[in-house]
């Protein structure tokens, strides 16, 4: 039996999680966890129906336009769900951002 995946670890202002060393913008902390939990279903949804249209290019793209809907209103893409103005590091390489020596600390501790 595998032991169950570690969950990313999260920079430690909560905007994004890192995963391989790369920095991914999580959700947005505000919205209602009723919204978060339809939009997550919804986001599963579309990567199933990607999946699926592997050989049919109008579903594919029509799925794939679906996950990219989600991942906005998720706040995942798009603007930033901040409001204080700080860049967004969204895909960096965690090592080549302001989180360098928190990532550096915390890779040295493995």
């Known amino acids: 039996m595998s032991e ?3 969950a990313p670890d999260r920079t430690p202002d909560g905007r994004y ?3 391989r060393g790369r920095l991914w913008r ?10 978060r939990e339809r939009l997550v279903r919804e986001l599963m949804d579309a ?7 592997k050989t049919d290019a109008a579903a594919r793209t ?6 990219d809907a989600a991942k906005h209103a998720l706040g995942e893409r798009g603007a930033p769900w901040w ?4 860049p967004d590091w969204n895909r ?3 090592k080549n951002t302001p ?8 890779s040295a501790n493995r």
């Open 83 to 86: 409001d204080d103005g700080a």
């Open 17 to 19: 999680i890192v995963v």
């Open 92 to 94: 960096y390489l965690a």
């Open 99 to 106: 989180y360098a020596a928190w990532w550096a600390a915390l």
């Open 62 to 67: 029509a799925a794939r336009g679906r996950v």
């Open 47 to 53: 990567r199933r129906a990607v999946g699926a249209a």
């Open 4 to 6: 169950p995946a570690q």
């Open 26 to 35: 999580t959700a947005n902390p505000h919205l209602p966890e009723a919204e």
